[in-house]
């Protein structure tokens, strides 16, 4: 980690800045790519699109979308770039940040990356150090080589020597020549063909990063608790929110079911379940019909919007029974709302009845809240809108 951190500010580092007395020129092309007359000194280049076509006598550093190296550089390059394309031979290192990196061409010093996919076809005469996703190092290295990545592949002749940390596969091609240690992290072994030679020897270390069953249980059970508590806490404040703005509303659910006969709490469930049984199947055949596309919509809408407000007003009827039958109170308060639906969400958490009695008082609320919205669309007295 150490190491890779140091490579990153080595990366960002260009080794022109410990050069002196050096002739260097600023191109900066917005859109047009790069082509300047041959260099004596260290070319800055930064656009959209960086195009370098004539030889550089120094390093070659650049910042863009794309970047196309087609001229040799004598000293370093470093570049930053989306897409990044070395066709040329580059005679000091090569450090490199960027979505897609290509190397065609041998690199006589260190090769430092970071991207998600390298691929370097051309032999590296220094150390290699590359941390991306896909990585293929095809033509070998003749310092010692340090990859991070999911799926690597190498191929060449390999000095030194080799170690990989991978979150996948690890593959090598036939004729592949390691003269050093092969030393390897990764969830398999990797696929290494009878041609290719190892002289250091292998370290293989299983790396799974995936996690074992106890752990996926413990993760399975957090996200359960916290799906569960985000959910109890939104029903609360929602709960308390509309006790708090409508308390009449909430005074009127919960009078039907204190003072009502059990007569007429049963045809309040009755009429509850009827609509939630109901209006589905009339929304799918008005929408069979072209005309009634809209109002089957419409529909869907509304009866969305009462199955939340019969929960809501389910759990807020338990705090408002409570505060009848304890508190001697007939006012539902912000708090009452909240409470009752704590212990409506705790009920519901009973397997069984504990979902049996949630669904019954969510009917008993709807059929409620129905039976009051009719009266107060259509009051037969005028006592009736105050319920609202």
């Known amino acids: 980690m150490r190491r890779a951190l140091f490579a990153v500010l080595t990366l960002l580092l260009p ?82 940040l960027g979505g897609s990196v290509t190397i065609d061409e041998p690199v006589q010093g260190d090769l430092v990356v970071f991207g998600y996919s390298v691929r370097s076809t051309g032999h590296v005469g220094g150390s290699v150090l590359i941390a991306a996703a896909n990585v293929g190092l095809m033509d070998g ?32 091609a036939a004729g592949t020549v390691i003269h050093g240690m092969l030393s390897y992290e990764a969830p398999e072994p990797a696929v290494i063909p009878p041609s290719a030679t190892i002289r250091g020897g292998i370290k293989y270390t299983n790396a799974s990063y995936l996690p074992d069953v106890g752990t996926s249980r413990i993760l399975a059970l957090v996200s359960v608790g916290f799906f569960v508590f985000a959910r109890i806490l939104g029903a609360l404040l929602l709960a308390g929110l509309l006790a708090g703005l409508f308390p009449r509303l909430a005074e009127a659910v919960t009078d039907r079911a204190y003072t009502g006969r059990l007569r007429n709490i049963l045809l309040s469930m009755l009429l509850g379940f009827a609509i939630f049984v109901a209006t589905p199947v009339l929304s799918i ?53 909240m409470l009752g639906m704590l212990v409506l969400s705790l009920i519901a958490l009973v397997p069984v009845l504990g979902l ?3 669904f019954l008082l969510t009917i008993f609320s709807a059929g409620a809240l129905l039976q009051i919205f009719f009266q107060f669309a259509f009051p037969h007295d005028e006592h009736t809108p105050e319920m609202v």
């Open 15 to 96: 080794a022109s800045a410990f050069a002196a007395g050096t002739p260097a020129s600023f191109p900066t092309v917005p859109q047009s790519p790069l082509a300047a007359s041959s260099s004596s000194g260290n070319v800055y280049a930064a656009g959209a699109s960086v195009i370098l076509v004539t030889p550089v006598a120094g390093d070659f550093s650049a910042a863009g979308g794309s970047i196309v190296t087609a001229a040799p550089v004598a000293g370093d390059d470093l570049l930053i770039a989306g897409s990044i394309h070395s066709r040329a031979p580059v005679e000091g290192d090569i450090r490199a």
């Open 141 to 172: 290295a003749s310092g010692s080589v340090t990859i991070y990545g999911d799926n690597i592949s190498l191929a060449g002749d390999f000095a030194n020597n080799v170690k990989i940390f991978s979150s996948g596969q690890v593959a090598l």
């Open 285 to 337: 055949l008005l929408a069979l019909t072209f005309v009634g596309i809209g109002l089957a919509l419409l529909l869907f809408i509304a009866y969305a919007l009462l199955v939340l407000l019969a929960f809501l007003y389910a759990g807020i009827l338990l705090g408002g029974l409570f505060a009848r039958r304890y508190l001697q109170r007939e006012t539902v308060r912000w708090h009452d709302g």
């Open 356 to 358: 049996l009695a949630m």
